[in-house]
Every structure is written in C-alpha cells, then in structure tokens.
C-alpha cells in the first residue's frame, strides 16, 4: 500500500524529523471544502485533495482529488494536500471548514 505508506510518513515521519531539528511546521491550512466526503467508518481519514488560495477572500479551498484507493499513486500524483476527516465525522459537505496538511 504505496500511498498508505507515504500517509504515514507525512502524518507522522515528517513532523518529528521537522521537531528534532527545531523547524516548525507551517504545512498544516484551515480550508473550505468544495466538494462532498462521505466515509464508512469512525476512524480518522486523510483523504488526498487539491488545495487552492483565493487571494479575494483570503481562504483556501479544498477538492478530494479522486480515488481513494491505497494503491493508487496516479491519484497521489494530482494531489497536493490531505484532507483530514476526524473521527466523530462521517460526512463532509461543501462549505465545511476542514484541516489540510499540505503534501
């Protein structure tokens, strides 16, 4: 599971190799989701979307961007953020504010 496994490394490698050498981390937007995430579980989700700026309304935006497939690189390659979806959420919709880590 590719994209499974570079998930884990930006949701967990990535901070603490960033905390020990004393950077702080500025991957991580508040945006307005455009589009609608359903899940079936109660687990967290980090769902691979498209994040842009409007620099008129000074918000970023949000977009799944496709398959959510754990071997689907091709989907990852088009992505440029996770959308993350907490546990106790099991649908988003549009206009939702959501947590992007920038990818």
């Known amino acids: 599971n590719p994209v499974s496994s570079f998930v884990n490394f930006i949701v967990f490698i990535k901070p603490a ?3 020990y050498y004393g ?3 500025f991957d991580h937007y508040p ?3 455009k ?6 579980d109660s687990k967290r989700h980090f769902a691979r979307g498209k994040m842009s700026y409007d620099p ?3 918000n970023y935006y949000a977009n799944e ?4 497939s ?3 690189l091709a989907g990852l390659g088009i992505s440029n953020c996770l959308i993350v ?4 959420i099991m649908n988003l919709e549009p206009g939702d504010m959501v947590e992007c880590i920038k990818i």
């Open 17 to 19: 190799i960033q905390k």
């Open 23 to 25: 950077h702080e981390s």
């Open 31 to 33: 945006a307005v989701l």
């Open 35 to 40: 589009s609608t995430i359903r899940k079936q």
């Open 56 to 58: 008129t309304t000074k």
């Open 65 to 68: 961007s496709g398959s959510t």
């Open 70 to 72: 754990s071997g689907n």
């Open 85 to 88: 979806i907490p546990e106790d």
